[in-house]
């Protein structure tokens, strides 16, 4: 079955809605897209000692992300090599071993298995090295960011990462030391529709207006000052949409809300005013004034194919999202600031996330309700199986973040994997 | 403020919390907002973070009384999709206790049950935090921190009414 249409010649991009609704297909991309792309794990400061571990599902998978002795990050399947059972069922902490409490199997922090009860009923031959906890096949990191991949003979992840690795610095450059630091505090929320659908509305800035009027009346209403938008345009400041190769892409626009690094906006208090000024001089003293622009006065939302999305906007989120079924998803979001970063400018950080992002913020539930409603709407996709997805696709150059060429460029790498 | 001496029995507090539920659960929210201080806090921490600081830990709400109209403000609109219909809730609280008079602070426990078109109902369950004071004589919100026990928010979705 096709499910994307794209002829360039005659302005078609069609994407079929069985690829949003059909357990086949889910139970087809859980092969040939997670287990083949690099899968966002966690970020390096979420681990601060050795010992610290935290775990997660990951591809469906359970995964425990740790320090070792040594302090390096490691990353280790779940299952007791055993009889399969988790070895380690909380949430976070820090241990010196791991033990399945089942039978009493027990490893060391770098997988090792340490210790089996009753050894020596096992037969002559029975070596315990054979049995260290299993790792995902490759686990690489790119400045903080620990991805794993199910693909021995994948890519490296740099190579993976291609153009996207552009917006992931200028994230980063945000800090004078060059560390983000993950900030405590985990926004965790199931949405009851199929994952793409919010791969999509990350980068969609065409519904920003229709979507979230609320949002943007609670900006002019506070204070905000927002420009009428040019000729062409739907909002209030010039943003393109870019296709950053390998299924990434990003909306990278030039700044009309606040941003704790460095715009400040009236939300923010006039008590916060020395403090962002602050941040800015700093900027324009370590990066110099162009490149100080370019990381305080533009806003990014960037997608690493398949399932993480880095919003530099009203905040810094990581977000990421795991497909459950066809038609629901578990995300989780954190905030990302400069470790450096002072208490004021933390606290400003995280109430400017909390104007916009999360599932009490003034724009996130309006995205779910979005989502959702879209789900519900295509329990008709056999009558009607076609969404359409052509916005820009008749202009030659520069396309705006209202358009959807990096839409098109994610379903594009989405059917390239799924057809072989 | 805070200063006179607040006299005040359990069942007080239990009256001026079934009057806050009753507005909340009839989206009388112009008249909820008549019972919070020109300070109040209304406070939803991430529920792996149920003992935190807003200032220093992402929480998925919190509020100062500036965003709280605001929110409200927001919830009236129509175009706050998430909540347009508005669902329907019904708030059981129990097990009030003063747990401090000089401020006044009172902890209940909570079964918000949330309803919408076409949805399972979801159950917010788990314990709130106030800051009361009386002003004018009348019992008054300056603070209020709704903490679940939901490990995740997992499938109760988003936070987009009042909790």
Redesign the interface.
């Given at each position: 079955m096709q499910l994307v249409v794209n002829e360039p010649q005659a302005f078609r991009f069609e994407v079929n809605r069985a690829a949003l609704v059909d357990p086949a297909i889910h139970e087809l991309e859980q092969r040939r897209i997670f287990e083949r792309c690099w899968i966002y794990v966690g970020h390096e400061s979420e681990l601060g000692a050795p010992g610290d571990f935290k775990t997660r599902t990951i591809a469906g998978r359970p995964v425990i992300l740790c320090r070792n002795s040594q302090n390096r990050v490691r990353v280790f399947l779940n299952t007791c090599r055993h009889r399969g059972s988790l070895v380690c069922r909380s949430?976070?902490g820090n241990a010196e071993r791991y033990t399945c409490f089942y039978h009493g199997w027990t490893y060391d922090r770098d997988g090792a298995l340490y210790a089996v009860p009753g050894q020596s009923a096992y037969p002559p031959g029975f070596d315990k090295t054979a049995f260290a906890l299993k790792e995902p096949p490759r686990v690489e990191a790119y400045r903080g960011f620990v991805f794993l991949n199910f693909d021995a003979n994948a890519a490296s992840l740099d190579e993976y990462l291609g153009k996207a690795k552009e917006y992931i610095d200028l994230v980063i450059d945000q800090s004078p030391s060059g560390e983000m630091q993950v900030?405590?505090?985990?926004?965790?929320?199931?949405?009851?529709a199929n994952w793409k659908l919010l791969v999509e509305n990350s980068f969609d800035d065409y519904h920003l207006l229709s979507?979230h009027?609320?949002?943007l009346?609670?900006l002019k209403?506070?204070g905000v000052e927002m420009q009428r938008p040019d000729k062409g345009h739907l909002l209030p400041a010039h943003g393109v949409g870019k296709d950053l190769g390998n299924g990434h892409g990003v909306v990278d626009n030039v700044n009309f809300r606040g941003r704790p690094v460095a715009r400040w906006i009236p939300i923010y208090g006039e008590a916060a005013k020395p403090e962002l000024e602050k941040i800015r001089a700093e900027l324009v003293a370590r990066l110099g004034q162009a490149r100080a622009t370019r990381v305080a006065d533009t806003n990014r939302n960037l997608i690493v194919f398949p399932n993480l999305v880095l919003n530099d906007g009203s905040s810094v989120t990581i977000r990421t999202f795991q497909p459950v079924a066809a038609d629901r998803m578990?995300v989780t979001a954190?905030?990302l600031g400069p470790r450096e970063e002072s208490?004021t400018a933390?606290?400003v950080r995280?109430?400017s996330?909390?104007?916009f992002y999360?599932?009490?913020g003034?724009a996130?539930?309006?995205d779910?309700?979005?989502l959702e409603?879209v789900q519900?709407g295509l329990a008709t996709y056999r009558e009607v199986p076609w969404s359409v997805m052509t916005r820009g696709m008749a202009k030659e150059g520069e396309q705006l973040n209202t358009d959807e060429l990096h839409l098109r460029a994610f379903w594009i790498q989405w059917d390239k994997l799924m057809s072989r | 403020m805070g200063q006179a001496d607040v006299a005040v029995t359990r069942g007080e507090v239990e009256e001026f919390l079934y009057e806050e539920a009753a507005l909340l659960d009839a989206w009388k929210l112009d008249e909820w907002l008549a019972l919070l201080t020109e300070d109040a806090y209304y406070r939803?921490?991430?529920?792996?973070?149920p003992e935190?600081d807003?200032?220093?830990?992402?929480?998925?709400?919190?509020d100062d009384i500036?965003?709280i109209r605001?929110?409200v403000?927001?919830l009236k609109?129509r175009?706050?999709?998430?909540?347009f219909p508005p669902s329907r809730t019904r708030r059981l609280i129990t097990n009030v206790r003063i747990v401090e008079r000089q401020p006044l602070r009172v902890e209940a426990n909570f079964a918000v049950y949330r309803h919408r078109s076409?949805e399972d109902v979801r159950q917010y369950v788990g314990r709130y935090r106030y800051l009361l004071r009386k002003e004018g004589g009348k019992l008054r919100i300056a603070g209020r921190e709704a903490i679940l026990d939901a490990?995740?928010?997992?499938?109760?979705?988003?936070?987009?009414f009042i909790l």
């Open positions: 949430r976070e900030i405590q505090g985990t926004q965790e929320y199931d949405i009851k979507t009027s609320t949002w009346d609670y209403n506070s578990r954190w905030a208490a933390r606290a995280l109430d996330f909390l104007t999360g599932p009490g003034f996130t539930p309006d779910v309700a979005a409603s519900q | 939803v921490p991430s529920n792996d973070r935190s807003p200032r220093g830990t992402l929480f998925t709400i919190a500036a965003r605001s929110r403000t927001r609109d175009n706050a999709h998430a909540e076409n490990m995740e928010l997992a499938s109760l979705g988003t936070v987009s």
